[in-house]
Every structure is written in C-alpha cells, then in structure tokens.
C-alpha cells in the first residue's frame, strides 16, 4: 500500500453531519441527498424502511410517536467522483450530547434553516459546538415552495445570531406559489423549478445569463427586472464567497432550495462536494495525525446497544482518521492495550449493513462492541497514542432505578451498564449502599431506558426522586490524598458506568463546599475518555 493510494482514497471523501432545529427537513434532505447518490431508487424508501423498523422493535415506535429520531445511522454514497459520508445525528434535544459527539467525528456540516422560521434555538447550539472545532458550515434555506421570510433578513439573521458570513451561492426566484427556481451567482445561470418531482432526481432545466432573452420568455420581463434589481443589491450587500473563510469557520455559502420538491438540493451538493474539506488532521495527545498517514488511525465517537433487535448486539461507531482498514486486520485498542483482530466491521446504509472489506480516512466503520469498547477509545496498528476532544458531559438529572421484581438485579445492572456505553445516560454506584442510579442530560432519556430495558432486557423498573444535583468526575495524582478523600467523602461518592470515580453532590452548594475543602483534588464536569 503506498501513500498515495491512501492520500488519494482520502482526498475524496467527504465526511459530514446536518445541523438543524427538528422539522427544518433534515430528514427529507437526507433523503434527497441518497436520491441523487443513486443510494435509493425514489425518495420514500427511508421513511418506509423506518417504518419497517417501528415494526420491530417498541422502543421505535415510541420514538416515531414523539417525532424524535432517536437513533444515529451513517450513510455512504458517491457523487461527482467523491464518496460521501454523511452521519445523521437525533434530532430531539434531550440526545444532544450524541450529536455533540458526532460532530466531533465530521469535517464539515450542512445547516439546514427553515426560511420561514429563520435561526432557531437548536441551531443556535449546535453552531456552538461547531464553533469549538471550527468546522466548515455550508447552509441550506429550505422550504422555499412556502410563504417564507425574506431572504435578505433570513441571511441577516445567520449572520448577527451565529456570528457568522453569509455567501449566498444561489438566489430564489419568487417564493411559496410564485417559487420558480434559483438564480445561481457564480455560473450566471437559472435553474427552473418544476413542481412534482419530489420523489426523483428532477429534471436540470437551466438557462444561461440573467436578463437573456431566454429567461424574459420563460419569466417574463417584469419578474426577470426585478430579479436583476434584487441580485445587483444582494451582490453588493453580501459577501462573495471565498473558500479559505468558509474552510476556516468564518464565512458559509447559502444555498436556497425546497428539499420536499427536491430542488436547490442539487445546485448545494455540487457545491458541497467541490468546496467542503475533505478529511482533517486530528489532534492526539502525542502528535497531530493526519489523512495521508499511512499507519491506521481511528476512535470511536459512538456505541448503540442493539441497534438490529434481530442481531441484539452492540456496535461501536469508529472514525477512521488515517491509514486504511482491511478485513481482518489486527488493530491496538490502546485504553485496555492489547491487539485485536477485526474480520467482520461493518458498513451502514439506511438501515441496511454489511460487511466492509476496506476503508479509508473519513469513513465510518462498526465494530462489534462485547463490553470492551467506551466512546472516546482510539484504535492503532500498535502507537501508544489517544485522540483527543471527544467530550462526556455530566449528566443533570438523577434518579434512583427501583426494580419489579428484586430477582433480576443482575439483568437490570447489565442492562444499565449496556446503555450507559452509548453515553447518552450514565449509571452510578455509590459506595455506601446497593442503590443504582441512573443520570441523564434529558429527561426522556429516563423513559427510553426504561423502555428499552423492558424491551431488550426483559427487565421492568420504576424510577424513585433521589437526593443526587449534579455530578462530577474526580482526577488526583497524589494517591494518598485521593485514599483520604475517599473515606472522608463515601457518602457521596459512586463509581459510574466505566469504572470512574465519581462525586454524586446532593446541592450545588455541597459540591462547592466539597471543592474548596479538597483544593488539589479535580472536579470535572465533563470526562473525556
Ligand atoms: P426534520 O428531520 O428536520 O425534523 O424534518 P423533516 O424532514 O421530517 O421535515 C419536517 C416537515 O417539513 C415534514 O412535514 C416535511 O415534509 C416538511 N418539509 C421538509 N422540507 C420541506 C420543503 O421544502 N417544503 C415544505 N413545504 N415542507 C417541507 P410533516 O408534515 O411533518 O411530515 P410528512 O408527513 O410530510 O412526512
């Protein structure tokens, strides 16, 4: 295998996550998007293969009762000579931390804003987090084929409420009724819209040169007037894009579309595949890696506990971040230091998977997880080495778990421990008593581990108040300090899911209080693994 085999395999990919509020059309973006990477036939078939997945399993159901999209599935296909991965995240608020860490396993991200709604509160957020890595943003203005706002004050609003330079790529032509396509700023060309092909790739009707005799046929002269009145202003208002400022953070082209009548999406995925980033070197706490390294590198930014009811196993979700993957090579796990063979990792499509032969920088491979593998482990062909910033929140909210039936204790803490690794919820152990207790950033992640322990694990339990505020994880060097503290401090402390010590503060103040009596001792709010 030479370098340029893999510089070449990586330069390629294109690895990105959507950021939106939940119902801007993430989920039929998604689906046009595998439309126009020929992954499915006719748009409809995502949704109905999550329907066949409700079917399965109760805990779907519940999830498509709420509206939520709760799991995470990882999407490949080729475009335009380049293959692209796109990682769906869960829409709810209450599983943002899972998104958090997606976004730390992507190289650019797709927003998604609903032109009627403007920048909403979840964007909001999760633009934060693409803040902290500086991740690439390229903007989608959806749902065009409505009453929407006015684009000027939709892109005014990105750019004072997330801080950021709008570059518009393409311009509406009309809205809601009177929508009839795009104008696109850098080819001079239009793109007509035509009603009803939603469900295909739709035919590409364009016209060359704004006020062409062409365009006035097709528009008439009174809409092409007022199209080239309203493109002469937006080019002086706004700014023209540049490639280094989008690849630095600082500036995101903007594409206008409608992704129910799949259109505008074409004209924003050529524009993603020639601009985005393809994979990005990646801090370790020893050296910088990056894609063109030919020593496999990868971590693991998720796990899902029985993702296929009918396989009942749980999948560590790895990025790859240099080097190649082949079937059965023999990995470092490095955390618990020891080789490991992997003959049988995994590719996702939708909700299909198969076994991978190969993979490059920027893909995304599953392992099968038998209890060994937490979020955040890095995987070598033997360097001793982590890769860094794929964070582990404190959870909020606590609540004591109480079983039915006392017999099946052991089910129940193997379940806890299971669904713990996914990380979306944490199970603490205190010292002083056989309580369990389960913490959570949001509150429905309470009912869906109750739901799930029911359904995957045969185990039915009830949730008690419990005198738990807040969490944080403990870190000393001295370990005669850390011996005292622990034996001064065993009541509020608990060991969590993977094993680390943990202090479980029944008040805000107490946990202050605790901080200044043991100044040489950490308090950490988020673990990284
Ligand atoms: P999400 O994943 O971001 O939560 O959004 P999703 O794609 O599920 O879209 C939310 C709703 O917005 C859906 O309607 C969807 O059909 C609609 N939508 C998406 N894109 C467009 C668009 O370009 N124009 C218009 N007019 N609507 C759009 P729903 O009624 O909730 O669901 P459904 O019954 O249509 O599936």
Redesign the pocket.
């Given at each position: 295998m030479s370098d340029s085999q893999i510089a070449q395999a990586a330069d390629i990919r294109r690895t990105f996550a959507i950021i939106?509020h939940?119902?801007?059309?993430?989920?039929?973006i998604t689906e046009k998007l595998l439309l126009f990477g020929n992954a499915i036939q006719m748009a409809g078939s995502v949704k109905s293969k999550r329907a066949d997945r409700h079917a399965t399993s109760d805990w779907m159901k519940m999830e498509q009762e709420r509206g939520i999209s709760v799991t995470t599935s990882v999407m490949q296909f080729p475009y335009k000579g380049r293959m692209v991965n796109l990682l769906d995240t869960p829409?709810h608020e209450d599983f943002s931390e899972d998104t958090y860490r997606t976004l730390t396993a992507v190289d650019s991200a797709l927003m998604v804003i609903d032109g009627a709604k403007g920048v909403e509160e979840r964007t909001v957020k999760l633009m934060e987090v693409c803040r902290l890595r500086t991740t690439p943003i390229l903007t989608f203005i959806?749902?065009m084929?409505?009453e929407t706002r006015d684009p000027v004050e939709v892109m005014d609003e990105v750019e004072t409420v997330l801080n950021i330079q709008c570059a518009p790529m393409t311009w509406p032509i009309g809205v809601g009724k009177g929508f009839k396509g795009v104008y696109h700023f850098y080819t001079d060309e239009i793109h007509l819209y035509k009603q009803g092909q939603g469900s295909r790739i739709p035919d590409d009707v364009r016209i060359k040169g704004l006020d062409s005799p062409e365009a006035i046929e097709v528009l008439g002269e009174d809409l092409v007037e007022e199209l080239s009145m309203e493109v002469e202003l937006v080019r002086g208002a706004s700014h023209e894009f540049d490639l280094a400022a989008y690849r630095r953070g600082e500036l995101t082209p903007v594409y206008f579309g409608?992704?129910?009548?799949n259109f505008g999406v074409r004209e924003m995925l050529d524009g993603f595949v020639e601009y985005a980033p393809p994979p990005q070197p990646r801090d370790t706490d020893t050296r910088e890696v990056t894609a063109h390294d030919e020593r496999f590198t990868g971590f693991v930014f998720k796990i899902q506990a029985n993702m296929d009811p009918k396989h009942r196993d749980r999948v560590a979700f790895l990025r790859v971040c240099s080097g190649k993957y082949e079937k059965n090579m023999k990995m470092r796990h490095v955390r618990i230091n020891k080789d490991v063979k992997i003959p049988d990792a995994l590719t996702f499509m939708a909700a299909d998977r198969s076994h991978v032969e190969e993979a490059w920088p920027g893909d995304i491979i599953g392992l099968h997880n038998h209890g060994t593998i937490q979020i955040g482990d890095t995987f070598t062909i033997g360097e001793d080495m982590r890769f860094t910033g794929i964070p582990h929140f404190a959870p909020e909210l606590f609540k004591r778990v109480r079983l039915k039936d006392p017999l099946k204790m052991k089910a129940l803490q193997k379940g806890l421990q299971q669904l713990s690794e996914e990380g979306a919820t944490q199970v603490f152990q205190p010292f002083d008593n056989n309580d369990l207790i389960v913490g959570a950033v949001g509150t429905l992640q309470f009912d869906v581990v109750a739901h799930r322990l029911k359904e995957e694990y045969k185990v039915e339990c009830m949730y008690e108040a419990v005198n738990v505020k807040t969490a944080r994880w403990i870190y000393c060097d001295d370990i005669k300090m850390l011996e005292d503290f622990k034996r001064k401090a065993s009541t509020n402390l608990a060991y969590d899911g993977g094993g680390c010590l943990t202090y479980i503060a029944p008040t805000r103040v107490n946990l202050q209080l605790t901080q200044e009596r043991w100044p040489d001792i950490t308090f950490l709010a988020t673990r990284e693994h």
């Open positions: 939106s939940p119902d801007a059309g993430k989920t039929t829409g959806n749902k084929d409505r409608t992704a129910m009548g």
